[in-house]
């Protein structure tokens, strides 16, 4: 790929078929972004962006899928919508940090926070077998997968009495409809 | 009311000077307007388009001309300079000197006139001072009064366009403006707009073609200068680049921008076919010496300086609007004529 | 880009940086970017971005810079200070930013060879002579070869003037106080910020 | 020829001095001293004479801006070495772009700064040093385009055609140390070249930093300096480039040594000679090949001389 130094980024090479795939899926144009920077500002968990939200939009229009799709904010964004909320141009960056962090799962780019990727698989999963979520459920698989077998188990105990939790959340009638939804925009899942 | 003999010598025939001879024509009495050039227009006959609402300059041109023919008390003079003028008890007399060709070249005539209206508007500093741009150097690098002639000729020549359709056009603002050190501190507040305009017409002529502007700010302070600019942005898909280019290179035949994206951080580059520089406006030289003859006052840069608390006025009898006040935007342009005029006919109303 | 953290705020980390007054202009930096974009240094290494550590300096963001390793990278080729809109001698600063991080021993393992190019220097009276014999014998011959005198004529007179001005001036004292052993480590290095994909 | 925006050299030259002092280069006389021979047999060949003084030292610039020295030795040094040029009432001409650049920037801050004059010759007063100032610091390369048609008429050997990229040096061109071309765009070497019958190429990198980098070579050789100079070479070779010329001893260093070391991590084998702008005027004026010291060099000359037919 050429000498394996930083050169200096050409932007009549630029070709952002991100932008127009935004566009397209969720009519979001990134070219109305002012550059203002009240996403970054008001952005709960901006500060420990390795990408603050106004150089996400940005690194859209540069076209820098490589470098969206590895980094770190995919993984720490809350999707609080506030950058959504205050932006004067309404451009949907949750939306588009949660298309690029399918893509990056879809295309197994190891996710920069492992804990979060999983949490991310093993909850859609849920979804895609039973068509909702059910946290005793979900909290048990993740606390076997990642190993701490006996992590919040104390206050999953008080919920408990409290009637909070549910031990068996029975799936929603419509169930096979959910999968086919899944199946058409994951294609058949093995 | 009866024919008054009062005159106002307008100098310069552009959208301020039309406008004044117009306005003090129209209040009942005489103006002789003064222009070097052989046609009305000044600098406004160059443009094509304009902003904010992409009209055709030369239409307004044509209409004030229509007007300024059409009435008796204005006398249009082209091709003439004002060589010198005696300030007398009310008045000046002025001696003028016809340029050009028709027979009348080099005759010399005297004037009496009661007041004076300086319009002679102004021009772009030379950019071959920015070795580092290459203006002078490189032919795809032009200055943006050039690149209107360029953006004309593409115009007129609709049919073979695509022939020589550029692949990139990198547009650089503030190139001696905001430039302290080889230049001018001072913003030559409408380059922004005229960018955005001249930005976006590539686009419409060139669809394909990919247009860079180089920007620190964009100044779209005017009545939809905003949505202009963001339409230029938005759907004319012009790039905007915030990011003072530091040098054109030339490489394999086509130019190079190096710059930084310094809302991103990183320093980019950008190969295109021409560079336009939006240069700083600067006084004609013209200005300076029209200023000692009539005694207007003047700033350190040569622009005509206003007395205090008379926005039009420079000095005793002798007005000023236009570009050769400040850089100015045409409509900017006929305001300041008519506020000139307006100064003038209050004048003569009080000496009647 | 290395990161901030609030405490290492300091409000006038612009005074403490420019203590020797070369760089009085920095607040009318118009943030344009020239200097970045002529940048050889920037244009190699993604972290390191002169206008940024203006605006960082200026607004006593942080002293993270002090910490870091991208200030030793400055070429000093002034081809910023060429370009600036306001004249800023960025390189001055670059240089007295150097003088606050060895002041607090950090990047010493950058200016170790320095030092012994200066306590050499202070003997020879000029830079670069080479240390070993061979090397001085080369430059004898070559120099005797094409007819100069085999070492360049630097007086008695002048070496022991230069070496005096080391002294009196503290010069000598600073390179002592640089000991590449005391090197702290740095806590930013190099950030691997690249945008790939163009 | 792109059109020249020279500084009218008359304008900053009225007289053509009889006598210069020639700053000793550490580099210049230790690395390359070929190119001090060269500009000393040019000045003579031109009727002036060059003297140089053994009391004269190290500028220290080099040391100062890698952070080895503060300003008060800096500018004791400077003051005391100009001092010695002002003793003679002379006008110091240097060979060397960083001994341009330093003394250049350091009497500029001792100009003025009044507080750092006073400091400085407080410290060389003792020896009865004091600097006021006077004298000017020129690069020698301006003399020789101020002579430039004296030059053309005593071109024995023509350079017939040889393709001949410059490098002007970044410490030459900084905006305020005031060299005599416009720094944006200076074509001033170009035009000596042509005189000299080679011809010059304007290669895409032609005012990027030689990568001497005041030391970076020591400290980011493999981060920063070799990936530059590898684009600063690689432009110059796809440009045809045959021989690079600089008008410094330092320029001189980093684009000749390290040429080899890029051929082994970059796979890509540069060849392109290195001398100072001084010793192809000396060539081309005939002076004898065994005095120009080309055997200092890394990158061997043979092909170029070949090609003069020497």
Same mark, same amino acid.
């Given at each position: 790929m050429g000498p394996d130094f930083h050169t200096s980024f050409r932007l009549e090479r630029i070709e952002s078929p991100l932008k127009r795939e935004l566009k397209d899926l969720f009519g979001i144009d990134v070219d109305t972004c002012l550059e203002c920077g009240k996403c970054s500002g008001g952005c709960s968990n901006g500060h420990v962006f390795d990408y603050t939200p106004r150089k996400i939009v940005q690194l859209v229009k540069l076209g820098a899928e490589e470098t969206l799709l590895k980094m770190d904010a995919l993984w720490i964004?809350?999707?609080?919508?506030l950058c959504l909320d205050r932006c004067p141009s309404g451009i949907d960056i949750p939306r588009i940090l949660d298309h690029l962090r399918e893509k990056s799962r879809r295309r197994g780019i190891p996710a920069t926070r492992p804990a979060v990727g999983l949490f991310h698989d093993l909850m859609l999963d849920q979804v895609r077998k039973s068509g909702r979520v059910s946290e005793v459920g979900l909290m048990l698989r993740f606390n076997v997968a990642t190993g701490q077998y006996l992590n919040d188990a104390g206050l999953g105990w008080k919920m408990f009495l409290k009637g909070k939790l549910h031990p068996f959340s029975p799936s929603v009638k419509s169930v096979k409809e959910v999968r086919r939804l899944f199946e058409e925009s994951y294609g058949k899942k093995t | 009311m009866p024919e008054n003999t009062k005159t106002a010598l307008v100098i310069g025939g552009g959208p301020a000077g039309m406008e004044a001879a117009l306005r003090i024509a129209q209040a009942g009495f005489h103006a002789v307007l003064v222009e070097k050039e052989p046609e009305l227009g000044g600098t406004l006959r160059d443009l094509h388009s304009s902003f904010p609402r992409w009209e055709n300059p030369r239409e307004l041109i044509d209409h004030r001309i229509g007007l300024l023919t059409k009435s008796r008390r204005v006398t249009i003079r082209t091709q003439t300079a004002v060589m010198s003028s005696v300030r007398q008890a009310k008045g000046f007399r002025v001696s003028l000197k016809s340029l050009g060709n028709g027979g009348r070249e080099g005759y010399e005539d005297e004037l009496d006139v009661d007041a004076v209206v300086l319009a002679t508007g102004f021009e772009l500093m030379d950019a071959s001072v920015y070795g580092e741009y290459g203006h002078g150097i490189y032919p795809g690098v032009m200055t943006s009064l050039e690149f209107e002639g360029q953006l004309k000729t593409w115009a007129q020549r609709a049919g073979d366009i695509a022939v020589d359709a550029p692949h990139g056009v990198a547009l650089i603002k503030c190139v001696g403006s905001r430039d302290r050190s080889k230049g001018y501190p001072y913003c030559s507040k409408i380059c922004c707009m005229y960018t955005a305009k001249q930005a976006g017409l590539v686009k419409d002529l060139f669809p394909d073609t990919r247009v860079y502007v180089f920007y620190m700010?964009?100044?779209?302070?005017?009545?939809e200068y905003e949505e202009f600019v963001r339409q230029v942005i938005e759907e004319k898909h012009v790039r905007y680049i915030r990011g003072r280019p530091a040098k054109v290179l030339p490489e394999d035949g086509r130019l190079l921008v190096r710059a930084e994206d310094t809302l991103m951080g990183i320093p980019v580059e950008v190969a295109v076919d021409m560079v336009v520089l939006a240069s700083a406006i600067v006084p004609r030289p013209g200005t300076l010496l029209l200023a000692e003859m009539f005694g207007a006052r003047t700033d350190e840069y040569g622009f005509i300086e206003n007395e205090p608390f008379e926005p039009a006025r420079s000095s005793e009898r002798v007005f000023y609007a236009g570009g050769c006040g400040f850089a100015i935007e045409t409509a900017g342009a006929l305001n300041q004529g008519a506020a000139a005029a307006a100064g003038v006919t209050a004048l003569f109303n009080e000496e009647r | 880009m290395p990161r901030e953290r609030y405490r290492d705020r300091d409000e006038n980390l612009y005074a403490t940086v420019d203590a020797y007054h070369l760089v009085e202009n920095l607040e009318q930096c118009l943030q344009c970017g020239k200097c970045a974009g002529i940048c050889p240094v920037a244009n190699l290494s993604p972290s390191y971005n002169p206008r940024q550590i203006i605006s960082d300096v200026l607004s006593g963001s942080t002293s993270r810079w002090l910490k870091s390793e991208e200030i030793w990278r400055c070429f000093w080729c002034a081809g910023c200070y060429t370009l600036c809109p306001v004249d800023i001698h960025f390189p001055l600063l670059m240089m007295q930013l150097r003088y606050l991080a060895v002041a607090s021993l950090h990047g010493l393992k950058y200016i170790a060879p320095f030092k012994r190019f200066a306590l050499r220097a202070r003997e020879d009276g000029l830079t670069f002579a080479p240390g070993s014999a061979k090397g001085r014998e080369r430059i004898m011959g070559i120099r005797g070869g094409i007819g100069l005198t085999p070492w360049p004529e630097v007086s008695e007179k002048a070496r022991e003037e230069y070496r005096a001005l080391f002294d009196m001036t503290g010069s000598t004292e600073y390179l002592d106080r640089?000991?590449?052993?005391e090197d702290q480590p740095l806590e930013l290095t190099y950030l691997e910020g690249r945008i790939t994909g163009a | 020829m792109p059109r020249q925006r020279v500084v009218n050299p008359e304008e900053k030259f009225p007289t053509v001095p009889g006598t210069v002092f020639l700053f000793r280069s550490c580099t210049g006389s230790l690395e390359y001293p070929g190119t001090e021979n060269a500009v000393k047999e040019t000045l003579a060949s031109l009727g002036i004479h060059a003297l140089m003084d053994p009391d004269q030292t190290c500028c220290s610039g080099y040391l100062l801006t890698c952070s080895a020295h503060k300003p008060e030795v800096s500018l004791a040094i400077t003051a005391r070495n100009l001092s010695l040029v002002e003793k003679k009432d002379l006008d110091t001409y240097t060979f060397c772009n960083g001994c341009y650049g330093y003394l250049s920037e350091l009497s500029h801050i001792m100009m003025h700064n009044p507080a750092y004059l006073q400091m400085a010759n407080d410290l060389i007063a003792r020896w009865g040093y004091r600097y006021e100032g006077k004298t000017r610091i020129y690069h020698v390369q301006e003399m020789w385009y101020r002579l430039r048609e004296t030059i053309g008429q005593k071109v024995v050997r023509p350079l017939a055609g040889l393709k001949v990229g410059v490098h002007y040096g970044c410490h030459y061109l900084a905006k305020q140390y005031g060299i005599l071309d416009d720094g944006g765009y200076p074509t001033f070497h170009e035009e000596i070249v042509e005189i000299l019958g080679g011809t010059p190429v304007f290669y895409k990198?032609?005012?990027?930093?030689? @990568?001497?980098?005041? @030391?970076r070579g020591f400290t980011h050789r493999e981060e920063t300096v070799q990936p530059h100079l590898f684009k600063k070479l690689t432009s110059a070779r796809d440009a045809g480039v045959e021989l690079i010329t600089t008008v410094c001893p330092g320029c001189n260093v980093a684009l000749d040594r390290e040429q080899p070391n890029l051929g082994k991590r970059f796979g890509t084998v540069f060849k392109i000679p290195v001398i100072d702008l001084s010793q192809l005027i000396a060539l081309a004026m005939g002076m004898p090949l065994q005095k120009l010291g080309f055997e200092a060099n890394t990158i061997p000359l043979t092909g170029v001389l070949k090609k003069l037919g020497l």
């Open positions: 964004c809350l999707s609080c919508q | 700010d964009y100044r779209a302070s005017g009545k | 640089i000991r590449e052993e | 990198e032609r005012q990027l930093c030689c @990568g001497y980098s005041v @030391g």
